[in-house]
């Protein structure tokens, strides 16, 4: 038996109400608000909250109340508006008004399956590469969407995660809704100790190439809705993200700083707590930049407070948008040169600027593996992605004797 709160109009109340009685099930708890089933889930001793999914019932204040009390929350729409506008909080259980209690059965057995996909078999620790930048458009997007590509065409299983609280932009890049629950999503289950494997997949995007797929865990789609993204929840989403794939790429914000720490209240959500979260969970990091004056200038100050706060020895800096028009003849020894005397940073990765291959990639809604194999970017990227990131073991011919290979030439 499961007990049940309600929040929704009397018809649709009086129908599911019915229902999970005849089901064996009991309501406890009948709302006509959110707000009040907000201040009562707490002691309702409910299972499931089965809310409309209309402002009137359904707000970002029940949502926190039902993830602090530990009730699951399923969302009925009875029009495609209302399912926009649960899935726009994050949500994922939405079931249709019309299709009954049928719909809530199927939730509820499927959050009661405890399937495992093969990855976990393997008894592996994914590995974490977080891409951080800072302001400015370096490209931090597309680069973690490229390392993403590269990495699913060695034959790896491999999730993005759009973790930017400021501007997401995974989804639009890649074509896909950014309507759809993600990471927000995958931050909600983590706060209710509720994320598994399985979940992930479930809320998860899947991005198909024939050079080979990832999933795609989408951002907020309301810079306002940064709050649900706290350092706790993001931190138990990138641990279960290990789980789930091989290896896991965080497309991250630029700020780091923590000037919102007001020591009355240590406890207030920080807006750069998944930034500094990713950065510091993450076993490699990508640091890019801009390869012109102004993008370098940005990199430098900004990469002091990057290294102050990763955990990891692992940073590749990344220079993009290489370009002679930008940083004169010979772009890259100068680059070079300016990264290593003020900024102490040697072997830098530098990618060429390929305005052709990325525009054409963001028209097609494609990455740039797909999009535009040949690119001069997407070479550099693949010698990142196989030189420091997920090194492959060469396979060497058998040496032929001196004579043999002299016929083979002729």
């Not at 109400?17 to 309501?27: K, T």
């Not at 996909?117 to 590995?127: C, I, N, V």
């Not at 100068?334 to 005397?341: E, N």
């Amino acid at each position: 038996m499961v007990t049940f709160a309600l929040a929704m109009p009397v018809n649709l109340e009086d129908q599911f109400a019915f229902d999970a009685v005849q089901h064996g099930h009991e309501i406890v708890v009948r709302a006509v608000s959110a707000p009040e089933l907000a201040s009562r889930i707490a002691g309702a001793e409910a299972d499931v909250a089965l809310v409309a999914s209309e402002s009137r019932y359904l707000t970002d204040r029940l949502i926190a109340a039902c993830d602090q009390a530990g009730v699951k929350l399923i969302a009925v729409a009875s029009s495609e508006r209302e399912q926009r506008y649960a899935s726009d909080l994050g949500l994922y259980d939405i079931v249709e008004a019309t299709s009954g209690w049928s719909a809530v059965d199927a939730v509820l057995a499927h959050s009661q399956t405890n399937a495992e996909p093969e990855s976990l078999t393997r008894g592996t620790r994914g590995q974490v590469i977080a891409v951080w930048g800072p302001g400015g458009a370096p490209g931090r997007t597309s680069i973690a969407i490229a390392i993403a590509a590269e990495l699913a065409a060695l034959g790896h299983s491999v999730a993005l995660a759009d973790v930017d609280t400021h501007g997401a932009s995974v989804a639009p890049t890649l074509g896909m809704l950014d309507e759809a629950p993600g990471f927000a999503a995958a931050c909600r289950l983590a706060g209710t100790d509720t994320l598994t494997t399985e979940e992930l997949t479930r809320i998860g995007q899947r991005y198909e190439s024939p050079v080979g797929g990832f999933w795609v865990l989408t951002g907020i789609g309301r810079p306002s809705r940064w709050p649900e993204l706290s350092a706790e929840k993001v931190g138990t989403a990138i641990a279960q993200c290990r789980q789930w794939v091989d290896y896991t790429v965080l497309d991250t914000s630029s700020s780091l700083e923590n000037d919102e720490e007001i020591t009355s209240d240590l406890f207030a959500p920080r807006r750069n707590a998944a930034a500094v979260t990713a950065v510091r969970a993450a076993d490699h990091v990508i640091a890019v930049g801009g390869a012109d004056p102004v993008g370098l200038s940005r990199f430098l100050r900004a990469h002091v407070d990057l290294l102050e706060t990763v955990s990891t020895r692992s940073v590749s800096v990344v220079m993009n948008k290489v370009r002679s028009t930008a940083s004169g003849m010979n772009p890259h020894g100068q680059i070079t040169r300016t990264l290593s005397r003020f900024g102490g940073i040697e072997h830098p990765i530098l990618v060429p600027h390929d305005l052709v291959g990325f525009d054409g990639a963001v028209l097609s809604g494609k990455t740039l593996v797909d999009a535009a194999p040949r690119s001069p970017a997407r070479v550099a990227l693949r010698d990142l992605v196989t030189s420091r990131l997920a090194p492959q073991i060469a396979e060497h011919e058998p040496r032929r004797p001196l004579f043999g290979r002299m016929l083979a030439r002729r």
